[in-house]
């Protein structure tokens, strides 16, 4: 009977905000129960009551009349798609999609101006956005959920996403996903979520604290966008157009011989031109600037609710890293806590994925209480011709993720083997310019995490108020 865990409730109280039925134990868990009860004590009301609208557009009707009559475009176009990738890592300058002014219009009811509560649908079913006003069109994407508030309803749109990112507002959105998989949460769930009715006041403070935290986060993105800028201009990349022929004829020598590869799309121009714009100028190979260290793959059998927190690829991005899912039990960690303990990263770890998100690389500034799935990667700089924030940027900038394109494409999960990544060339540029990006960086994370401390904070303030009454 050891950590088994045991909630007794009343027959009464089985069908309290169980609109579906629920008997499962997943959704009598005494988190769950117990945040329910914080907010059921409190003067409250649900999302049905505060919206004056919930869009849903999802994978079905009419995002599949965009992908057959208008099309996702990669291109630059009329509005952006926004997706749960482009709001999870708050970028919209890169990687983003397209859709065209036809298109934009024919979604009339998906149009978004900023200030709205985005919900995920599925992924991390449950996950609340802000979405920032941007300058451009934007349109509602995939999956997601747009919650639009009535004017006067007692609720302003940040202490909701406050309240909805809470520990306590987590569980009460967890207690409504859907168990089966893939994990999703349905419009009539996000509907009848409870919401407690907090002082004004301390609503306007929630406010004011998310809003100076997004000013400093804009902040932190303009002088990460300078240390792009700058990297690009000294690596003669900053106006670089590959071309855009798709041709590219081989011997057979030169192709399969050569490569093992006989996918068109390994051999098209574009590849070739920035490697050899890179060489054009100093340049090493990544094997000769950094040791290679690989991790493991433990099972799902060694997960637990509690633990030493285990890193995926899907926990991390090149901004940060964000709450792991999964832990190692403890019984895993005491049988294996020699080597676990030699695979945590130390300071100045570049963490790099090469699988799924391949390519991806972010810099640790300080030793790490956790260990990484075996998709990703340990770099450690063992040539000081690079420093780590420069060599971190440049792994993420195109003259990488290009190389990582030709290397993993061709299959339907991104797969970057380390022979192929050891062959990755880097453009080696003056270390008084490596200094200025470094310095660049360090500014912008540093700004990143007064952001976030921001966003902590408001988040628990509303934690205080709930637990308060």
Partial sequence: MERLEIAEIKKSDILLDNEKFRIDNEFFKKEYINAYKFVKKMKHSTIRDIIACLTDFHANGSYEIIAQNFKLLDEPDYAYMVRSTDLETQNYETGVKYISENAYNFLSKSKIYGGELLINKIGIPGKSYLMPKLNKPVSLGMNLFLLKLKPNCGVNEYYLWAFLNSRIGSNIIKRKINGTMPLSIDKEAIKSLYIPIINIDIQNRIRSLIMESQKIFNDSKSLYRQAEELLLEAIGLKDFQPTNKNKSIKTFKESFLTT????????????????????????????????????????????????????????????????????????????????INSLKP?????????????????????????????????????????LPE????????????????????????????????????????????????????????KLRTESERLLKEAKEAVEKEITNC
Avoid: C, M
């Avoid at 963490?351 to 998709?375: V, W």
């Avoid at 380390?418 to 990006?437: N, S």
């Fill in 260 to 339: 093992g590869r006989l996918d068109a799309e390994y051999y098209q121009p574009k590849y070739e031109e920035i490697i050899s714009k890179v060489k054009q100028q100093e340049y090493d190979l990544l094997s000769n600037l950094v040791s290679i260290k690989k991790s493991i793959e433990p099972g799902s059998e060694a997960y637990s609710d509690e633990g030493l927190p285990f890193l995926r690829v899907s926990d991390y991005n090149k901004f940060g890293i964000s709450e792991p899912e999964k832990k190692l039990s403890d019984n895993f960690y005491n049988a294996n806590r020699t080597l």
């Fill in 346 to 386: 130390k300071k100045e770890t570049i963490l790099f994925s090469k699988d799924g998100s391949a390519g991806t690389a972010y810099l640790l500034y300080e030793d790490a209480n956790f260990i990484t799935s075996g998709a990703i990667l340990h770099l450690n700089i063992k040539d000081k011709k690079v």
């Fill in 390 to 445: 420069y060599l971190t940027l440049t792994l993420n900038s195109k003259v990488v993720q290009q190389q990582a394109e030709h290397d993993a494409g061709g299959s339907i999960i991104l797969h970057w083997r380390v022979d192929e990544i050891k062959k990755v060339v880097i453009p080696i540029i003056d270390i008084k310019i490596q200094r200025k990006i470094a310095e660049l960086i360090e500014k912008s994370f």
